[in-house]
């Protein structure tokens, strides 16, 4: 392996598809991250007061570049490869690849639908002292007041408001707190993945093609060894056969589909209605109305 091993980045705006591909990549004997789930105020150091996770590459200046290049640096260690995901970065690829222009690029799409189905399980989610701790170990401690403000302002208004969920939660797109105190949840996370998926998608037209590796969630756990085994092909990595297996052994088709199980049929048609019209330039076929 090389001494600096360029970094991984896994973009994508569902949660449980950038999870799964993390975890099995860091399973493998090379390949570290970090020890909480993401990094969102690392990225966002510099530029914590923008009202949203859309950033643009004129935000990568020089002193913010800095700190995040040395983050990743810190996590390197003796020539491993560096995995991260942060969903957020969805939002802002160019500003990652003004960051660290070297980075492969992991770009992972799940189908609207079960993505927003499962985006409004965390939205309304109770609070795990654990997971925060764990994220709070990696907030830059200049930054620590400012994110526990806003961090308690959000919990209590899950606490207090009639329909249980946060102000706010995951990827940040422009206009999306004023919309989660008007929209109905189901058709706000239709919205959030939509819009992390279009900006996605439109700013990688500007990033050289040979750094990118694009994959489905649903093909990914329906041939996981398989998966892995191309991406490490496109890494340039060489993983014992037995490595690959053991490292995708926990990944399951038992989410494919979850919309079906999860939405009540007026929530499945105002998400549906959403995200339709990006899901055939991803694979998918339309979604059918539920009986």
Known sequence: ?????APVVIIGAARSGTNMLRDALTALPGFVTWPCDEIPYIWRHGNRAHPDDEFDRSMAR???RRFIRAAFARRRGQGCIVVEKTCANSLRVGFVDEVLP???LLVIVRHGLDAAASAMLRWRAGFDLKYSLAKARFVPPGDLPYY???YLGNRARRLLAADRRLAVWGPVCAGL?????DLPLAELAARQWRRCVERTDAELAGIDPGRV???RYEDFVAEPAAELARILDFLGVAVAENAVNAAVAGVRTSSVGN??????AP???AAAAVVAPLLAAHGYAAPEPLT
């Open 62 to 64: 020089p002193a913010v």
């Open 259 to 264: 919309a079906v199980r999860r939405l009540s």
């Open 1 to 5: 392996m090389a001494p600096n091993p």
């Open 177 to 181: 707190r004023d919309l989660s105190e």
């Open 148 to 150: 526990a403000a806003r």
């Open 213 to 215: 590796r694009r994959l």
């Open 267 to 269: 929530e499945h048609a």
């Open 102 to 104: 070297e980075a492969r």
